[in-house]
């Protein structure tokens, strides 16, 4: 079978970059929608091809091996060809992401290719509000410095845990919601609690950034089994 990769690009314009919360939440609802076959078509109008027997086979394969993602930056002519590929976008407040079908790791599409991965250096203008108390909750390791890049991508990958671990019942009330999911920095004494909590932990490969095995995000709602799954 061919190891993949999930590609997301993040929308970051010059002069008005998203803000970083809103690229993180943007980020995993992405691929929730991803994820989710009856979450088409996109409810914000995007006009994609659609789930096809192609992109779903790409996505099953994707699943059977690390659940990677990669994230980029594209502006102006660059996201408008970014537009033109198979995917769905997602618009959040201030962010647009938009996630493609995952692609072999060595053979991406040329117009994702050329996306450079640097340069996604985000920041929120004012703290983010308390999450609501039906939302899932994404927890960032407070003592780990990470691009927005690098923190959308482990967003995605708690979120997967999050939508594998939900029951059908659960899941169709998160759908109904708008598969969102907040994202935010815990304090050191909550991470702790997290950790020893027996939530989903994503402890990252070390390919990039962070040191192999470190614990990047807890994924934190009611209805949430024991497990740890490294990527």
């Known amino acids: 079978m061919t190891e993949r990769v999930l590609p997301l690009v993040v929308r970051i314009e010059r002069g008005a ?51 990677r993602k990669v ?39 040329k117009d994702l290719s050329r996306l450079q991965v640097s340069g996604t250096e985000l920041s929120d203008s004012a703290p983010a509000p308390e999450p609501g108390v039906d939302v899932p909750v994404l927890w960032v390791n407070p003592r780990l410095d990470m691009t927005a890049g690098k923190a959308m991508a482990q967003a995605g990958h708690a979120v997967q845990l999050a939508w594998w671990r939900t029951g059908e019942r659960e899941r169709a009330v998160w759908r109904e919601r708008g598969l969102a999911a907040a994202v935010r920095t815990a304090d050191p004494d909550r991470w702790a609690a997290l950790l020893d909590s027996g939530l989903p932990v994503v402890r990252d490969a070390g390919f990039t950034e962070i040191e192999p095995g470190s614990a990047t995000v807890v994924a934190d709602a009611p209805w949430l089994s024991q497990g740890v799954f490294e990527v």
Do not use: C, F, Y
Not at 27 to 32: G, H, I, S
């Open 17 to 67: 970059p998203p803000e970083r919360t809103d690229a993180l939440e943007a980020a995993a609802t992405a691929v929730l929608r991803m994820l989710d076959p009856l979450s088409d078509p996109p409810a914000d109008g995007d006009d994609g091809t659609g789930r096809s027997e192609e992109w779903a086979a790409a996505v099953a394969e994707w699943e059977d091996h690390r659940i």
């Open 71 to 109: 994230v980029r930056r594209a502006r102006g002519a660059e996201w408008r060809r970014v537009l033109a590929l198979p995917g769905i976008t997602v618009t959040l407040r201030t962010a647009q992401v938009r996630v493609h079908p995952p692609v072999p790791l060595d053979d991406w599409p």
